[in-house]
């Protein structure tokens, strides 16, 4: 069974850092690609970044280009995002998904629970 | 890019046929066969029903359909159930290495 677990989220103030995690379990984790995706108070989903299998391409929304920064780590069966110079606008709970792997389909056939991020001060 | 437009809500009684639309432009849903739709719960994370479009990924109800004409895409689910009570997303390519979701529809069933 393909599980997903984030961990990492909380409450940081405006202009600080966080960085998500996503445990990958019950598939290969090293040949899909992976996905960033959040959802704010307003229940909107909102695509965040994405990296293939071999961390590249790697590709960013506009709205946290120079901001956040998407990795893997194959041999941890892990995705990560650092989140810096956060702002009030991020707050939102993150999904990590997993893409289904058609080219440019930005299909995302399995989700972990999310990990809330709050930026408040 | 814009968020792809969807009504805010639907409704309908059990056993009949409901249809999200879910509308963007030339520079995403018209321009491209890459749609995907999203059922999600209250509390849970959303869960992949349709992709390039039309197609239902495995183990998803053949109840559940998708369509595109221009720039409009739609989710028709028939044979409504109580337990398809959720919210609805579309996602769609955008280009430029981007993808664009919609708002959201909340399906309620009477």
């Known amino acids: 069974e393909v599980q997903l677990v984030e961990s990492g989220g909380g409450l940081v103030q405006p202009g600080g850092s966080l960085r998500l995690s996503c445990a990958a379990s019950?598939?290969?984790?090293?040949?899909?690609?992976m996905n960033w995706v959040r959802q704010g108070p307003g229940k909107k989903l909102e695509w965040v970044s994405y990296?293939?299998?071999?961390?590249?391409?790697?590709l960013y929304a506009d709205s946290v280009k120079g901001r956040f920064t998407i990795s893997r780590d194959n041999a941890k069966n892990s995705l990560y995002l650092q989140m810096n110079n956060l702002r009030a606008e991020d707050t939102a709970v993150y999904y990590c998904?997993?893409?289904?792997?058609?080219?440019?389909?930005?299909?995302?056939?399995?989700w972990g629970q999310g990990a809330l991020v709050t930026v408040s001060s | 890019q814009s968020a792809l437009t969807q009504p805010a809500s639907v409704s309908g009684s059990p056993g009949q046929s409901i249809t999200i639309s879910c509308t963007g432009t030339?520079?995403?849903?018209?321009?491209?066969?890459?749609v995907s739709w999203y059922q999600q719960h209250p509390g849970k994370a959303p869960k992949f029903m349709i992709y390039?479009?039309?197609k239902r990924p495995s183990g998803v109800s053949n109840r559940f359909s998708g369509s595109k004409s221009g720039n409009t895409a739609s989710l028709t689910i028939s044979g409504l159930q109580a337990e398809d009570e959720a919210d609805y997303y579309c996602?769609?390519?955008?280009?430029?290495?981007?993808?664009?979701f919609g708002g959201g529809t909340k399906l309620t069933v009477l």
């Open positions: 998904a997993r893409d289904l792997g058609i080219p440019w389909g930005g299909y995302l056939d399995n």
């Open positions: 030339s520079s995403d849903v018209g321009n491209y066969n890459l």
């Open positions: 390039d479009g039309s």
């Open positions: 996602c769609s390519y955008a280009g430029s290495s981007t993808w664009v």
């Open positions: 019950g598939f290969t984790f090293s040949i899909y690609s």
């Open positions: 990296i293939s299998s071999t961390s590249s391409p790697i």
